[in-house]
């Protein structure tokens, strides 16, 4: 396996997310959703919805539910918490998160975390 | 008993009361031990006779109360056209005649519910051509065809049923006279003000009115009417003479049986409803509990539970019935209740009366005035719902009167002074439920959380509607004193209704979600309060969805301009207005199927739909279509969708308009209009509806002389057939309805409520609508009209937009950094030489071995799609 910094990639600009919107993006083969909130934090989620069963949540409507920034899926409009995975509506339910930080305007997806 | 052989149990009559009876056997498990014979005399099952002036708007089907023709449960037998020409109660047999004649049927059990006959006057001339009664649909269809060929109607008889003819002569296109012997219209149930205010509306309406005037004989001229004969006042000529002065119960059967029957006709019964043979039991018009009959529905039914449970060995009795009234009447309110002509000793009348509006407004209370007696309310009676339940009479207390009752009619009060209505106080009186019952089911053991989840579940304001602002009240009261609210927010971040968003976005003139959360709301929005904002945006500025700070508020579908399928491919649905489409244009959306490998279904609306695009292959495929001249079909929004049609005149040999052209014309009219649900329309050009129009938010059917505007059907999950708006109009006249009607569902509707819902939970119902559309009663008509002016001069097709606009092509890629390499998650299958989603087994990686073709894994399943 590579070393950390070598496993960060440069996956597409800042300005090209949209406020309260999200790109996927391909890293290391995994399908992966980045998001920016309104306050220009990035947030990186697995694309894979494991409730609607598709690569989709991406293109999930970006919002809050009480202090919690988080997607809808498009599907069937579950929420997913932006910074952890977890399933606001499911609590056995719960997608991977990716590292991410933006460096000079440029988004840059991490290795996946481990746990929660 | 002996429960070991099955009894049988004939019931003579299929009106509404014996079909409720039939109904009531049935459910309560009658039939379980008993075999049901039904013998109706008319060829039809049972109708519902109290709404038989809307046959000519609604037709016989759906005034039909067993569509089918027969029951579900196969005890139960219906004979109809069949008659019973007499009854042996000795030996419990009887004969029939007409379609069964000469038959005989033994009986364990006899229910008779023949009911009433309407009372012709024994004068000369009712035996002439012209001459009719107003009680079955076959009386309606006989005055119809007279009509086609008279100039002038006269009614006998100005009481409600006089009244109800009346209006449907005059529907009819007919010079229509109402001639009433007492000196005022509806005598029974209004006093002489009332009379003479409800006089003045019908006048109004351009009806004669003729009080006091006693008909003396038919006038006629070889065989056929032209008049009536007045006592000391002149002639009336008239092509077209109706009797509605009455009726007599239908007793001769049980006259001829010796069965006991009262005094001034009807069969004697006790409070069982049991004859003076312990076999036989009479109910509805046909029978006289106490030596009384009871003209209305509402005691009919009564009396058909109660028989039910008699046989049943149950206690159930009918000691008399609420005799209270309200109706609209021609467009006038008319209501009257309890006590009405001040007869109880000392009462007292408070009256309000406002002659220029049209209103006349009398309460009766008790002397000390802490009790209400009865009523009367003509043109406007919007009180009634909560004035009844508070009525006194011998058994029952009623409600205390406030302090200032004369608020209860002031139109300041409204009817919605505070009451103290007892726990078991009958808020609806035709299914019975009272208010601990209406509480229960909002309370913490219930599952209803608002009115009409209410009259959904207990039935309170199901069947006549009147005390649906009662239900209301009783609901909204129970959830204030627990400080819990009808919670209409739209969800955690506005604490407002959609309707309400609207006007303050109108108001303020927002185009931004940011503006409107910040001013507004709380939080940073979600997948409910984004679409809405984006929606009401759109209705009010009409510009592209995918605009700037727009396309995020977006859900998928209408982000993508395509519909989401469950593998998270889109389809694609061209507009093809009016389902009318050239061979150069089918053969297009073929190739393009063909080229980019996808599945194709026709839908319900008459187009067709392109399953398994991927999202980046969006552009391409439209672009090819764009090129072809097709455009967006919106399948994919909360829009205007199809406008179904025939075929019409141009083909059709039945057709009388051209539905098409008018299909094509409505939908291009409409076509991107963003309302709170998805908006359907169809047009037939006859009446036999092929288009099937009454199943969409709109539909138009052709008549001889314009067309009729039906509006508020649904399909789906809770089909609704559309209702009458208005009739017989041109064209430039049904557009302008159209755009009010469809404005003032835009701008009051909530959230994904259709046009049906909302329609029933307006205050009002369709005669709202119709007050708002029609008659423009709040001045709003042309400023809806403006508005829909507006999107029509607005309109652009989105797709031809989306591809013109780089920005807005940037984003359908599959992946931000590899906008060339397709999903690895989307793979299909083969079923009936077409491609199919395979499912999904969990996230994949590029470079796993990734199943293609056919034979690969998953199960055929149903595709959702918009159509």
Known sequence: ?116 | MMAHHRRTLVVVGHGMVGHRFVQAAVERGLTETHDVVVVGEELRAAYDRVALTSFFERGAEELSLLPTGEYDDPRVRLLLGTTVESVDTGARTLVLGGAAAGEELAYDELVLATGAAPFVPPIPGTDLDGVFVYRTIEDLEAIRDAAATARVGAVVGGGLLGLEAANALAQLGLETHVVEMAPRLMAVQVDDAGGAVLTRHVEGLGLGVHTGAMTTEVLGQDGRVVGLGLRDREPLPAEVVVFSAGIRPRDALARAAGLDVAERGGVLVDERCRTSDPHVWAVGECAAPAGRMYGLVAPGYAMAEVVVDALLGGPGAFTGADMSTKLKLMGVDVASFGDAFATTEGALELVYADAVAGVYKKLVVSEDGRRLLGGVLVGDASAYGVLRPMVATATNPGIALPDNPEDLILPSGRGSAEIGLPPEAQVCSCNDVTRAQIEEAVGEGGSCDSPSCVTACTRAGATCGSCKPLVKKVVEDFFAARGRSVDRSLCEHFPLSRQELFEVIAVHGHTRFDDVVAAHGTGRGCDVCKPTVASILASLLGDHVLGAERRTLQDTNDAYLANIQRNGTYSVVPRIPGGEITPEKLIVIGEVARDFGLYTKITGGQRIDLFGARMEQLPAIWTRLVDAGFESGHAYGKSLRTVKSCVGSTWCRYGVQDSTTLAIMLEERYRGLRSPHKLKGGVSGCARECAEARSKDFGVIATEKGWNLYVAGNGGATPVHARLLAGDLDTETLVRYLDRFLMYYIRTADRLQRTAPWVDALDGGLDRVREVVVDDVLGLGSELEAAMATHVEGYSDEWRATLEDPDKLARFVSFVNAPDTPDPHITFRSERDQVAPADSEGPVLLGASIPVGPGGPGSPETVGAGR
């Not at chain 1, 920034?69 to 339910?93: E, F, I, M, N």
């Open chain 1, 1 to 116: 396996m590579s070393a950390p910094e070598a496993t960060w990639t440069a996956v597409c600009r800042l300005e090209q997310i949209e406020v309260e919107g999200g790109v996927a993006a391909l890293v290391g083969g995994a399908a992966v959703a980045v998001f920016r909130t309104h306050d220009d934090t990035v947030h990186a989620l697995g694309n894979y919805d494991p409730l609607g069963r598709a690569s989709v949540l991406a293109r999930g409507i970006v919002g809050t539910r009480g202090e919690v920034p988080c997607v809808a899926s498009p599907l069937h409009k579950q929420a997913y918490d932006l910074r952890t995975g977890q399933c606001l509506d499911d609590a056995a339910v719960r997608v991977p998160t990716y590292d991410v930080r933006v460096d000079r305007g440029v988004v840059l997806v991490g290795p996946q975390r481990e746990g929660p």
